[in-house]
């Protein structure tokens, strides 16, 4: 029994530490300058762009103080590898409509999701902006409300070699703000987004002076 207990506590213990961690990191690499924008681009597209900042290496904590050896060396100014993510959700009006359900019901909500990799990003604190496209026409199908369509919500993630770098509000559902519900929201994007797969694009994909801000990014996506 108190070999139990003792596990139990060590695990709660363990939760505790990683939670204290995950805020301490919070923002501490990189951060939001903004919520998600969406806007017209041309006839065929909807533009969502993630308005944000390197503010340091996470490599040079890694290293604790210590002097890096030669194959740990690397330029604090400049971060690799960093993957973006962004997951949008919208109401499909149409099925509302015929289901006759309510616009808050999220039975009736769709999810797109995109990522691309940035290879190489200067570390300098100026606002960068990663954009996507949606095509126009879902939107026109599916009837999502008003010529240019409202967000529902949105989940914004960076990855790098595969260690989330976490950052305040990048998850977001109509007006909702405790933590249970948007995990909830969140939970709903992973598990329905697959389902629109390749709808949501990178929009460098469609236009290279996306990467104004950016750089070089693995186009093999």
């Known amino acids: ?51 944000f900042f390197v503010k340091s290496h996470p490599e ?25 993510k962004l997951t949008v959700c919208f109401t499909n009006e149409l099925k509302r409509k015929y ?26 604190r100026s606002t960068k902006e990663a954009s996507f496209l949606l095509p126009s026409i879902i939107a026109e199908r599916d009837q999502y409300s008003g010529s240019t369509p409202k967000l529902v919500g949105y989940a914004v993630e960076f990855s790098r070699n595969g260690k989330s770098l976490n950052v305040s509000d990048s998850v977001s559902f109509q007006k909702y703000k405790t933590e249970e519900i948007l995990d909830k929201f969140k939970e709903e994007c992973d ?20 990467l104004r801000t950016l750089g070089p990014v693995h186009w093999n996506q």
Do not use: C
């Not at 003792?6 to 805020?23: C, P, R």
């Not at 301490?24 to 065929?44: H, T, V």
């Not at 210590?66 to 400049?78: D, G, H, S």
């Open 1 to 51: 029994m108190k070999t139990s207990l003792t596990i139990a506590l060590l695990v709660f213990s363990q939760f505790v530490q990683s939670n204290l961690l995950a805020e301490d990191n919070l923002d501490k690499y990189i951060a939001l300058d903004g919520s998600p924008e969406l806007q017209r681009f041309g006839d065929s597209w909807f533009k969502i762009t993630i308005p």
């Open 60 to 84: 040079v904590d890694e290293l604790q103080g210590r002097k890096p050896t030669v194959e740990e060396f690397f330029n604090p100014e400049f971060i690799d590898k960093l993957k973006i």
């Open 99 to 124: 289901g006759k359900g309510d616009r808050s019901d999220i039975l009736f909500n769709d999810y797109y999701s995109s990522e691309f990799e940035v290879l190489i990003l200067k570390v300098d």
């Open 191 to 210: 598990k329905k987004a697959p389902q629109n797969e390749g709808l949501l694009i990178p929009a460098h994909l469609i236009d290279p002076s996306f």
